[in-house]
């Protein structure tokens, strides 16, 4: 497919057009031309926007799409859509689906259901078999299969021996772990962010605590070890100051968090709606700050919408017994936008392929394109008619966003939003 971008301001500090409001010419997948008033000689798709930028390719590292098993909740072909049409030309794929993704069979499966689409899917594999914590999966032959991480979603795991010896053998094939922290017995039955809110609300709290004792230990683990972790969705502000001790310790630890942890907060809860139920849960607005500093001072690498979309009967019930989880894909861009720069939104969307070393290229003449675009101009509220997921658990309906996606150009295609 071939267009041409009008008056396009480049977000990409690799790229020698940095800062520049240029025309992009892109044929057949290459970036054939950057410059200023480029002539459309061979009839072109045009496109142009108020305000509009151009940046790399964002990489969402964290989506659940439910298929195979869990299809009522969301199908990898129109997951992909609603990925492009995010903004996104990548995601990193949970493994929680049904069955578990632990196995070279199940990564080969979701690669051939992706493989027509603009957006770039690549798997996560389970870290142990069906997520379960017993025994490792099948490590080393998912990685051969194009798996590029292992970690068992949303589950923290109990047994520390066995982190360390995962951490361990995948260095053999420099691979990445991942560990999602959350001491169960000290979580016990809580539901949300213990504090101010769930007294008055007479829920039951998870403490900040049950998040940070896991990521100590893992650290120490690390430090044991050696190897690389990756640490996703962290809530707290102590997570941050341990992180960033790890990181001036120069160990290969890398971190992400929520966009809902960045811009929501416990208080949301006053209305017992469990589309606010979210693990981890949304936390104090001091945590808050914390974590959009912790972004802004690099040690965040990452930013994600954790987007997992859940069946109705699963979230329209009592707060107790509602599963967590909601939709994230929509709305990212545009809740990021109320509460950070946009060249620090672009840094910490696209920093994705560098910690699960995917394959990216700057916006330069003759580079393959993959490129994401967007404008800032606007204000606006997210609303029902929003959301393209099949599910619609969404934890940031009416809440006020800025800005806009236009679409995506990746794998010789252009997805509009």
């Not at 650290?219 to 001790?245: M, W």
């Not at 017994?321 to 936008?337: H, T």
């Not at 910490?348 to 404008?375: D, M, R, W, Y």
């Amino acid at each position: 497919m071939k267009i041409l971008i009008r008056e396009a301001k480049i977000i990409d500090p690799k790229s020698p057009f940095h800062q520049q409001i240029v025309d992009v010419k892109i044929s057949d997948g290459i970036i054939e031309q950057i410059g200023k008033n480029i002539p459309n000689n061979s009839h072109y798709k045009e496109i142009s926007h108020s305000n509009l930028h151009l940046s790399q390719g964002w990489m969402d590292c964290s989506v659940s799409l439910g298929e195979p098993g869990y299809e009522d909740r969301e199908t990898i072909i129109n997951g992909l859509l609603v990925v492009a049409k995010s903004g996104f030309t990548a995601i990193a794929l949970q493994p929680n689906s049904f069955p578990v993704i632990d196995n070279q069979s199940q990564i080969h499966f979701v690669k051939q259901k992706a493989a027509q689409s603009a957006t770039d899917l690549y798997p996560i594999g389970a870290l142990t078999k069906n997520s379960e914590g017993t025994d490792l999966a099948e490590l080393f032959d998912m990685k051969n299969a194009g798996a590029i991480a292992f970690g068992d979603y949303g589950k923290s795991l109990t047994n520390a021996n066995l982190l360390k010896i995962g951490l361990q053998y995948v260095q053999d094939f420099d691979g990445l772990v991942l560990a999602f922290c959350q001491d169960e017995k000290i979580k016990g039955s809580g539901v949300v962010n213990e504090g101010i809110v769930s007294t008055r609300l007479g829920l039951k709290g998870i403490p900040n605590l049950a998040e940070e004792l896991i990521i100590a230990r893992n650290l120490f683990l690390l430090e044991y070890t050696g190897g690389k972790l990756h640490i996703p969705t962290i809530s707290t502000a102590k997570s941050v100051e341990l992180i960033r001790e790890a990181k001036a310790k120069g160990l290969q630890v890398s971190c992400s968090v929520a966009v809902s942890n960045l811009v929501l907060t416990d208080e949301k809860l006053d209305g017992f709606d469990t589309r606010f139920k979210l693990s981890p849960p949304l936390r104090t607005n001091e945590d808050r700050l914390a974590l959009l500093s912790g972004v802004t001072d690099n040690t965040i690498d990452i930013i994600t919408s954790d987007h997992n979309p859940l069946d109705i009967e699963h979230k329209k019930m009592e707060f107790d017994g509602a599963k967590n989880g909601s939709i994230g894909l929509e709305s990212a861009f545009g809740a990021l936008l109320t509460v950070l720069p946009v060249e620090t939104i672009v840094a910490k969307l696209t920093n994705a392929k560098t910690v699960f070393k995917v394959t990216h290229s700057e916006i330069a003449e003759g580079q393959p394109a993959n490129i994401s675009l967007f404008s800032t101009d606007g204000e606006w509220v997210f609303a029902k008619e929003n959301i393209l997921s099949k599910s619609k658990n969404s934890a940031f309906l009416g809440t006020k966003m800025k800005g806009k996606v236009i679409g995506i150009y990746n794998n010789k295609t252009f997805i509009e939003s």
